[in-house]
């Protein structure tokens, strides 16, 4: 019996170091391909906002960004990884407070115009690719009526329906509050 506790931990433990190891490599690649974006002081003011549930809008993004990698790892999708990663750190980066309504946006309709704002916003900040401003205007398909020409912003549209959903199910705790406890730890 206690063997096989012995055994069933040592598994569960190789199961949680390769987990481990995988989202440090997805970590770097977010890294790697957007210091600039992780670095502003803009994208910074997105952890001041609350996006889906008690996720904040960095939060957000920040898991939209590791799960479209990890999306197209899974699915052996070939596709621009830095444009992927960059496009899905902007894609909410609308630098309000959706559920606060005020004269200058019109938060009843923030699904529909959102992306607009965000591309305008990073527009004003980064040099963006085609691939990354089909991303930011397109991911809320088909709120947005025009579908994505890329498939960097299909992935990154399929990783926000998911996290938003988990977030808004409370079912995901983001990754933030796992690395805070890892940092405190």
């Not at 960059?86 to 980066?93: F, M, P, S």
């Not at 965000?118 to 990354?132: C, F, G, Q, S």
Request: aromatic content about 8%; some cysteine.
């Amino acid at each position: 019996m206690a063997t096989r506790c012995r055994r069933r931990s040592g598994k569960q433990a190789k199961r949680w170091q390769r987990k481990l190891e995988r989202y440090r490599a997805i970590q770097r690649q977010i890294e790697e391909n957007a210091p600039d974006i992780l670095k502003s002081a803009n994208f910074h003011k997105t952890r001041e906002h609350i996006q889906h549930g008690n996720m904040t809008v960095n939060g957000h993004v920040m898991n939209v960004a590791r799960y479209s990698l990890a999306l197209s790892d899974r699915l052996h999708i070939r596709c621009n990884r830095r444009e992927l990663v960059r496009g899905a750190l902007l894609h909410d980066y609308f630098l309000y407070d959706w559920h606060k309504p005020d004269m200058q946006n019109p938060h009843r309709l923030h699904g529909f115009y959102h992306p607009g704002r965000a591309l305008r916003n990073a527009l004003r900040e980064y040099r963006l690719t085609d691939r990354e401003k089909d991303i930011i205007s397109k991911h809320m398909w088909p709120l947005t009526v025009v579908p994505p020409i890329y498939r960097e912003a299909w992935i990154v549209t399929a990783a926000d329906k998911w996290c938003s959903l988990m977030e808004t199910l409370h079912m995901h705790r983001g990754h933030g509050v796992i690395l805070n406890k890892l940092r405190n730890d």
